[in-house]
């Protein structure tokens, strides 16, 4: 069982950063890649960024391509998404998860079957 638990959201100025972080427990190592999601209300759930957990490859959504970057820590077991130049359209709540294979498409929900409670980032124009 993995458990992942998110932190750092919070309400900041447009123009401005911010910096998740996911902490994972259990089999983490079971875990292929790690992801951030989020959702806006009334709105799906979208993919913002994954990264493989043994290689540190990489993978963006194009909307925050270049202002967001997702990165992994081993020894903490942990996953973070360092955000800048943030916009109001990048409010929402963003979620971690965990899980998918080598064959599986990264930027796909359904992909991962384990999921953090969500943590709020609020931007203001």
């Known amino acids: 069982q993995v458990r992942l638990v998110e932190s750092g959201g919070g309400l900041v100025q447009a123009g401005g950063s911010l910096r998740l972080s996911c902490a994972a427990s259990g089999r983490t190592f079971s875990s292929y890649a790690m992801a951030w999601f989020r959702q806006a209300p009334g709105k799906e759930r979208d993919f913002v960024a994954a990264?493989?957990?043994?290689?540190?490859?990489?993978y963006y959504a194009d909307s925050v391509k270049g202002r967001f970057t997702i990165s992994r820590d081993g020894a903490q077991n942990a996953v973070y998404l360092q955000m800048a130049s943030l916009k109001a359209e990048d409010t929402a709540v963003y979620y971690c998860a965990a899980g998918g294979t080598y064959y599986t498409n990264l930027r796909h929900s359904g992909t991962y079957n384990h999921w953090g409670q969500g943590t709020q980032v609020t931007v203001s124009s």
């Open positions: 990264i493989v957990w043994s290689v540190g490859a990489t």
